[in-house]
C-alpha cells in the first residue's frame, strides 16, 4: 500500500513539474492564461508556470506565413465572367489580439481576400483587369492590411496568380487581336507606299530642275558661243572691208570664195534636197570669183579718185 501511494505522488510530481516548466521555441509566443483570463505572452526561451493557477492558453506562429487564395468566378465591370486565384503572405505581430480577437484567424484572413478580389476587379473592365495586374495586387494589399491590423496581423504580399476568363471569350480576343495587329500592319505598309510614293515624286521633281536648268545652262552656252561666233563674223566683215578699202583684193576673194563653199555645203546637208545641179565647175568659179575682184577694183579706184585732192595752180 505504502509502494502505491509512493508511486502516486511520484507521479504527482512530475506532472507538477511538467506544467510548470514551459520551453517556447523559437518562432513562437504562446499566451498565458490564469483561471481562463489572457494575463501575459511567453517569448522563446524557458518559462515557469503555477500548475493549476496559470496554463497555456494560444499556440501563435510569428513567422510569415503563406496562405493559397482558392479560385473563384469574378464577374468584372463589363460581365464578363473571369476565374481567379491568388497567394497570400502575413505575419502575425502581436500573439494576444491573433488569439483573441478574431477566431479561426487563417479562414477570417481567406474570407476577407476573397470578398476584395471580387470587389476590387468588378471596378475594373476585362481589359483592365487583365493588363493592370500590379495595380490589382496593390489595391488589395493596401485595403486586406488596414483590414486585418486590428487583428494583431500584418499582411506583406498578395498575389493574383491567375485571372483565367471563359474558353469563347479568349477565342474572341485572339481575333480581336489578330484583327489589330493586321490592321497595324497594313497602316504600315500603306506608309511605306506613301513615303516611297512621295520620295519618288521628290526625285522626279529634283530631276527635272536638274533637267531645266541643264537646258538652262546649255541655252546660254549656245547663245553665248552665237554672240561670239557673231562677233568673230562681224570682226571678218570689218577686216575684209577695210582690206578692200586699202586695195587688198585677195581678201576680198577668200570671203566669196569661203562663204561660196559655206552656202554649197548647207544646200547639200539639207534633207529637202535630193539632186542639186549646179555650176560647180572650177574655171565657173574663178571666173565668178575674178569678176567680183574687177568690180572691187573699179569701186577701189572711182574712192580713189573721190577722195584724190586737188592742188592749187603754182
Known amino acids: 500500500m505504502g509502494s502505491?501511494?509512493?508511486?502516486?505522488?511520484?507521479?504527482?510530481?512530475?506532472?507538477?513539474?511538467?506544467?510548470?516548466?514551459?520551453?517556447?521555441?523559437?518562432?513562437?509566443?504562446?499566451t498565458v492564461e490564469?483561471?481562463?483570463?489572457?494575463?501575459?505572452?511567453?517569448?522563446?526561451?524557458?518559462?515557469l508556470l503555477i500548475p493549476v493557477y496559470q496554463s497555456v492558453g494560444r499556440k501563435m506562429n510569428l513567422m510569415e506565413q503563406v496562405l493559397d487564395v482558392p479560385s473563384q468566378d469574378v464577374i468584372t465591370k463589363d460581365n464578363a465572367v473571369?476565374?481567379?486565384?491568388?497567394?497570400?503572405?502575413?505575419?502575425v505581430l502581436d500573439a494576444a489580439k491573433a488569439a483573441y480577437e478574431v477566431a479561426?484567424?487563417?479562414q477570417a484572413t481567406l474570407a476577407l481576400?476573397?470578398?476584395?478580389?471580387?470587389?476590387?476587379?468588378?471596378?475594373?473592365?476585362?481589359?483592365?483587369?487583365?493588363?493592370q495586374r500590379d495595380a490589382i495586387n496593390a489595391k488589395l494589399l493596401r485595403v486586406v492590411d488596414e483590414a486585418t491590423h486590428p487583428w494583431g496581423v500584418k499582411v506583406n504580399r498578395i498575389e493574383i496568380k491567375d485571372i483565367a476568363p471563359p474558353r469563347d471569350l479568349v477565342d474572341a480576343m485572339a481575333r480581336q487581336m489578330k484583327a489589330e495587329r493586321e490592321k497595324r500592319a497594313n497602316i504600315l505598309?500603306?506608309?511605306?507606299?506613301?513615303?516611297?510614293?512621295?520620295?519618288?515624286?521628290?526625285?522626279?521633281?529634283?530631276s527635272v530642275i536638274l533637267a531645266a536648268e541643264g537646258e538652262k545652262e546649255a541655252a546660254f552656252r549656245a547663245a553665248e558661243a552665237r554672240e561670239r561666233t557673231a562677233e568673230a563674223e562681224a570682226k571678218a566683215t570689218t577686216m575684209v572691208s577695210e582690206a578692200i578699202v586699202g586695195g587688198n583684193v585677195n581678201a576680198l576673194n577668200y570671203f566669196v570664195a569661203n562663204n561660196y563653199i559655206e552656202a554649197l555645203k548647207a544646200m547639200a546637208a539639207s534633207p529637202n534636197q535630193k539632186m542639186l545641179l549646179l555650176p560647180v565647175e572650177a574655171t565657173g568659179v574663178l571666173g565668178s570669183l575674178a569678176g567680183i575682184a574687177e568690180l572691187a577694183k573699179e569701186s577701189l579706184g572711182q574712192q580713189q579718185a573721190t577722195a584724190k585732192p586737188v592742188l592749187p595752180p603754182r
Do not use: C
Open 4 to 30: 502505491v501511494l509512493a508511486l502516486v505522488i511520484v507521479v504527482l510530481v512530475v506532472v507538477t513539474l511538467l506544467k510548470m516548466v514551459r520551453i517556447v521555441p523559437q518562432g513562437y509566443e504562446w
Open 189 to 206: 505598309e500603306a506608309e511605306g507606299f506613301r513615303q516611297a510614293a512621295i520620295l519618288k515624286a521628290e526625285g522626279e521633281k529634283q
Open 34 to 47: 490564469t483561471f481562463g483570463k489572457y494575463t501575459r505572452s511567453l517569448t522563446p526561451g524557458l518559462h
Open 82 to 91: 473571369v476565374r481567379v486565384d491568388g497567394v497570400v503572405f502575413y505575419q
Open 104 to 106: 479561426q484567424l487563417e
Open 113 to 131: 481576400i476573397m470578398t476584395n478580389i471580387r470587389t476590387v476587379l468588378g471596378s475594373l473592365d476585362l481589359d483592365e483587369s487583365l493588363s
